[in-house]
C-alpha cells in the first residue's frame, strides 16, 4: 500500500500502523478494542475469524486489492463486518500485464535478454520462438479482468474460447462448460478466476495434459488455482510447452524447480503493480472506509457482505 494511502487515511482517522507495534498482544488487549475498522492488504497474510474476534468493535475491513481470498468473508458476515475490496480501478492494469507475460512467455523476452547481457550474441542467434499467431487463446474465468484480456487479445488475430460455471451475456467467444474441454480446445490457458475453495487446484495434472505438448499456461489469478507440483512435472517433461505466471501457491516464496526451468517466465505479483493503478486501488481503500462511517454506504462491498449495508 503506497504510503500516499496511510497518509490519506491517517487525515480523517487515528491510525494503527499494526506492522509496525512490536507489542501486538498488548495493543489488541488496550486499543484495539477500540478499534472499528481495518485496511489490509490482499497479500498481507489471513484474516480469519479468530482474528476478528481480537478486535470486537471492528465494523469494516476494507481491503487493498479486488481478490479477497485471504479474508474469511463469510465469517466477517457472522460477526457483522462488512468487507470492501477494490474492483474496476485496476482491471485494465492486471489485462496490460497478462498480455505483456503472454507475449513474454511465447517470444522468451526474459531469456533473450539474458542472453544478451551474458554476451552470448556474438556466437550466434537466439532460438526461434513459438509465435502468437493464430492460437487458440482460452481464458479461465471472465469477470471485468477477463474479460479486458480477451479485448486486447481480439488485436492479436487469436481465437477466444472461455470457462467460467454458466456461459456470460452479450459474449461472442466460444463456451466451455468444463475446463478440460476448454484445455483442450486451447493452445495457451490463462487463468484470471479469484481464489478461494472452488478454484483450489481446479487447473490440474489433467488440464495441463489437455492443454498439450504445444500449450502454454498464464496464471495471473492466484497460485491456488493449478496444483503446482504438477505444473512442475508438466513443464519438466515437456508436456507442456511453457508457463508464465504472475502467483504462486507460497507467496514470495517461489519454488526452486521452477526457478531452475528454462521455459517458464516468472513475475513477483505485479497484476496491479503500477504506481498509478496502486494509487487508485488505495483511494478506492480510504474512500470505503470515509463512506462506511459517513452514511453507512461503502463504495464497493464484497457479495458475501452486501447484506449488512443499509
Ligand atoms: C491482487 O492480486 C488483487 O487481488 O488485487
Same mark, same amino acid.
Not at 197 to 203: E, G
Not at 247 to 251: A, K, Q
Not at 269 to 273: D, F, P, Q, R, T
Given at each position: 500500500m503506497p504510503p500516499s494511502v496511510i497518509a490519506a487515511l491517517e487525515a480523517v482517522f487515528t491510525v494503527h500502523r499494526l506492522w509496525e507495534i512490536e507489542d501486538k498482544q498488548g495493543f489488541f488487549a488496550d486499543a484495539g478494542k477500540r478499534v472499528r475498522g481495518m485496511a489490509a492488504s490482499t497479500l498481507a497474510g489471513r484474516i480469519d475469524g479468530a482474528q476478528m474476534d481480537r478486535l470486537p468493535a471492528l465494523e469494516i475491513i476494507s481491503s487493498f486489492?479486488?481478490?479477497?481470498?485471504?479474508?474469511?468473508a463469510a465469517a466477517a458476515a457472522e460477526r457483522g463486518i462488512v468487507v470492501t475490496n477494490t474492483p474496476g480501478v485496476l482491471d485494465d492494469e492486471v489485462a496490460d500485464l497478462t498480455i505483456g507475460l503472454l507475449l513474454a512467455t511465447l517470444r522468451q523476452l526474459p531469456q533473450a535478454d539474458r542472453f544478451v547481457r551474458e554476451g552470448r550474441w556474438p556466437q550466434g542467434p537466439f532460438p526461434l520462438s513459438p509465435t502468437l499467431r493464430g492460437r487458440r487463446i482460452g481464458i479461465l474465468g471472465l469477470g471485468a479482468i477477463g474479460k479486458a484480456i480477451a479485448h486486447r487479445l481480439e488485436a492479436f488475430g487469436v481465437e477466444i474460447a472461455y470457462h467460467t460455471r454458466s456461459p456470460k451475456d452479450g459474449v461472442s467467444y466460444a463456451y466451455h462448460d468444463t475446463l478440460i474441454g476448454l484445455a483442450a480446445a486451447s493452445d495457451v490457458l490463462i487463468a484470471i478466476v479469484p481464489g478461494g475453495?472452488?478454484? #483450489?487446484?481446479? /487447473?490440474d495434472a489433467e488440464v495441463l495434459a489437455a492443454l498439450g505438448a504445444d500449450g502454454v499456461f498464464i496464471n495471473v489469478? #492466484?497460485?491456488? /488455482?493449478?496444483?503446482q507440483p504438477a505444473l512442475i512435472a508438466a513443464l519438466q517433461a515437456g508436456t507442456i510447452l511453457a508457463a508464465g505466471l504472475d /502467483?504462486?501457491?507460497?507467496?514470495p516464496n517461489v519454488p526452486e524447480a521452477l526457478i531452475a526451468l528454462p521455459n517458464v517466465v516468472l513475475l513477483p505479483?505485479?497484476?496491479?503493480?503500477s504506481v498509478h493503478t496502486r494509487a487508485a486501488m488505495g483511494q478506492r481503500v480510504v474512500d470505503n472506509l470515509k463512506a462506511w462511517f459517513a452514511d453507512g454506504q461503502p463504495l464497493t462491498p464484497v457479495a458475501e457482505t452486501r447484506h449488512l449495508v443499509s
Open positions: 486489492g479486488v481478490g479477497y481470498d485471504t479474508i474469511d475453495a472452488s478454484t #483450489r487446484h481446479i /487447473v489469478a #492466484r497460485g491456488s /488455482v493449478v496444483d /502467483v504462486y501457491e507460497d507467496e505479483h505485479l497484476g496491479s503493480a
